[in-house]
């Protein structure tokens, strides 16, 4: 990080808590470590709390949710299409839709 980026970087808050001063010299992240690490306690803690209503979905998200031991980890979570507002089908080529959304009641996702 050159010095024109610290100074730039420094005394940003959380953008979680809005309290903490992020560490300087993590500059990929917008969160303190404290919140960061309540996080990664969160995502292992409810591992079990939620199902695409497809095991082998289920499978691969929760190998990658167990995978997270570090907060620039890439985060895997499952979010229920019933959670997405201003859903718009966009093109439609034979049995696939794709959608496109402005807002998601559950965004951003915490890390």
Do not use: A, H
């Not at 560490?23 to 690490?37: A, G, T």
């Not at 997270?68 to 499952?78: F, R």
């Amino acid at each position: 990080m050159s010095f024109t980026d610290k100074i730039n970087y420094f005394g940003k808050l959380c953008e979680s808590c809005g309290k903490t001063k992020i560490n300087i010299r993590d500059r990929f992240s917008k969160w303190c470590k404290l919140c960061q690490i309540n996080q990664i306690i969160s995502l292992r803690n409810n591992l079990i709390n939620w199902t695409s209503g497809n095991e082998e979905i289920d499978s691969f998200i929760r190998q990658k949710q167990s995978s997270i031991i570090k907060p620039t980890d890439t985060v895997l979570e499952w979010i229920p299409y019933n959670q997405f507002i201003d859903i718009k089908e966009i093109e439609e080529v034979g049995k696939n839709k794709l959608f496109i959304f402005s807002k998601m009641e559950k965004w951003p996702i915490r890390i």
